[in-house]
């Protein structure tokens, strides 16, 4: 599967964005989906993930209640909705189709390119 990020941008602090994960592949469906981020100088972070059905979402303790992860498999699009940015939400964010064990989220190899976020204070 490819997977194609956009809707990154420059927002100011108190903000919102919705990042989009396009995949190709008749798939999709049949994988969990996670976005993870990457901010300068360290290593990538899980952020949020969603069962392939979207009955299970899970999120990093920093971006829950302010960041919502949704899916739509007859788009074959994966959706971020962040809400109230904060400078520390500054980062590349990617898209990965992995697979999910109760509520932990496996990546698997397939990787977005990336798309940058970033919030101004």
């Known amino acids: 599967v490819q997977l194609q990020a956009s809707g990154g941008g420059l927002v100011q602090a108190g903000g919102s964005l919705r990042l989009s994960c396009a995949a190709s592949?008749?798939?999709?469906?049949?994988?969990?989906m996670g976005w993870f981020r990457q901010a300068p100088g360290k290593e990538r972070e899980f952020v949020a993930a969603?069962?392939?059905?979207?009955?299970?979402?899970y999120y990093a303790d920093s971006v829950k209640g302010r960041f919502a992860i949704s899916r739509d498999n007859a788009q074959n699009t994966v959706y971020l909705r962040m809400n109230s940015l904060k400078p520390e939400d500054t980062a590349v964010y990617y898209c990965?189709?992995?697979?999910?064990?109760?509520?932990?989220?496996?990546?698997?190899?397939?990787w977005g390119q990336g798309t940058q976020v970033t919030v101004s204070s």
């Open positions: 990965n189709a992995g697979k999910m064990i109760g509520v932990y989220y496996y990546p698997g190899a397939y």
């Open positions: 592949g008749r798939t999709f469906s049949s994988y969990a």
């Open positions: 969603i069962s392939w059905n979207g009955a299970g979402a």
